[in-house]
């Protein structure tokens, strides 16, 4: 019985342990360029895929992205967001991508 007890208070403790970790640290990590995070752009163009933002949340991105006055926004069938909004004074056509790139016609 006591080594029964011992065995599973060993086993508990590996367990536990956080050198078992099963993630490698953040710096050998590869980067997932799935979901924009970083509050800037990873593309320079709307880039498709299936979108699960709601047309409140797309409206919000865009707000952060500096953006006011939006509108019009319709999910095309390359599941990005696209409608109308102001920057600077000046409306512009505007995109919003799965990954959370906020993009401007130029």
Do not use: C, H
Not at 48 to 55: C, I, Q
Not at 83 to 104: M, P
């Amino acid at each position: 019985m006591k080594t029964t007890f011992l065995l599973l208070l060993t086993t508990a403790s590996l367990l536990a342990s956080p050198s078992l970790a099963q993630n490698p640290p953040a710096a050998d990590r590869p980067n997932n360029n799935a979901v924009n995070t970083a509050g800037q752009n990873n593309s320079d163009k709307p880039v498709s895929g299936a979108n699960s933002f709601t047309e409140g949340q797309a409206k919000s991105k865009i707000e952060e992205a500096g953006y006011t006055n939006v509108t019009s926004l319709k999910k095309d069938d390359n599941g990005v967001w696209r409608g109308k909004a102001s920057k600077g004074g000046t409306s512009t056509n505007v995109s919003l991508d799965f990954q959370g790139n906020v993009n401007s016609a130029k």
